[in-house]
């Protein structure tokens, strides 16, 4: 099951294994996508397109804490 926070005015939605991305997600929101490797950080653009970065975090926190950092950089 998907939760949702906001930082700012940012949607950051965190994902269990198995959710569908697309399903949970809309347009500039920012989703956390755990997998075996770690916790992917994840970009939905205008498009529906999909950024992310080219490795995952260790982590939930600190994938949370880019997604937060992103959001700031954002909001400005």
Not at 19 to 48: M, N, S, Y
């Amino acid at each position: 099951m998907a939760t949702l926070i906001r930082h700012r005015k940012t949607r950051i939605v965190t994902l269990e294994a198995g959710d569908d991305l697309q399903e949970h997600c809309k347009p500039r929101d920012i989703a956390l996508v755990p997998d075996p490797a770690g916790w992917w950080t994840c970009f939905i653009g205008e498009d529906g397109s999909i950024e992310r970065y080219d490795i995952p975090f260790a982590t939930y926190n600190e994938a949370l804490w880019s997604a937060k950092a992103a959001a700031e950089f954002d909001a400005q």
